[in-house]
C-alpha cells in the first residue's frame, strides 16, 4: 500500500525559509514524478512544483520560480520543497503527490495517483 508523508510546515514571518519534505512508501520511488501542490482556503489546488524520476527535470509555476527549490534524495525515498522569501500569499496546505502515469504530469493534479495528507504552511506578513 502507498503512504505519502509530508511535513515541515510552520508559521514563519514573510522573508523566512521553510524546507518540506515529503516521504513515500510502498512503491519504487524512483520510477515516478513527484510534485508538490497546494491550496489555501477558499482557492482551487495549485500546482506548485514537480520533478522527473532522477531529478534532472523540474518545473515551477511562475509565481515561485526563483524562491522556490524541488529536489529529491531516492536513496531516502524523500521529496523536498526548499521555499525561501516566503510571502503571505504562500500561505496554504501544501500537498506531496506521485505521479505513476508514465508520462510528464506537468502540474495538472489529475495526473497524480498518490497523494498525502498535507502540511500547513503560514506566512505572517
Known amino acids: 500500500q502507498v503512504q505519502v508523508v509530508e511535513s515541515g510546515g510552520g508559521l514563519v514571518q514573510a522573508g523566512e525559509s521553510l524546507r518540506l519534505s515529503c516521504t513515500a512508501s510502498?512503491?519504487?520511488?524512483?520510477?515516478?514524478?513527484m510534485g508538490w501542490f497546494r491550496q489555501a482556503p477558499g482557492k482551487e489546488r495549485e500546482g506548485v512544483s514537480c520533478i522527473n524520476w532522477k531529478g534532472g527535470l523540474t518545473y515551477y509555476v511562475d509565481s515561485v520560480k526563483g524562491r522556490f527549490i524541488i529536489s529529491r534524495d531516492n536513496s531516502k525515498n524523500t521529496l523536498y520543497l526548499q521555499m525561501n522569501s516566503l510571502k503571505p500569499e504562500d500561505t496554504a496546505m501544501y500537498y506531496c503527490?506521485?505521479?505513476?502515469?508514465?508520462?510528464?504530469?506537468?502540474?495538472?493534479?489529475?495526473?497524480?495517483?498518490?497523494w498525502g495528507q498535507g502540511t500547513q504552511v503560514t506566512v505572517s506578513s
Open positions: 503527490a506521485v505521479s505513476s502515469r508514465g508520462f510528464w504530469p506537468g502540474l495538472r493534479s489529475s495526473n497524480y495517483n498518490y
Open positions: 510502498g512503491l519504487t520511488f524512483d520510477d515516478y514524478v
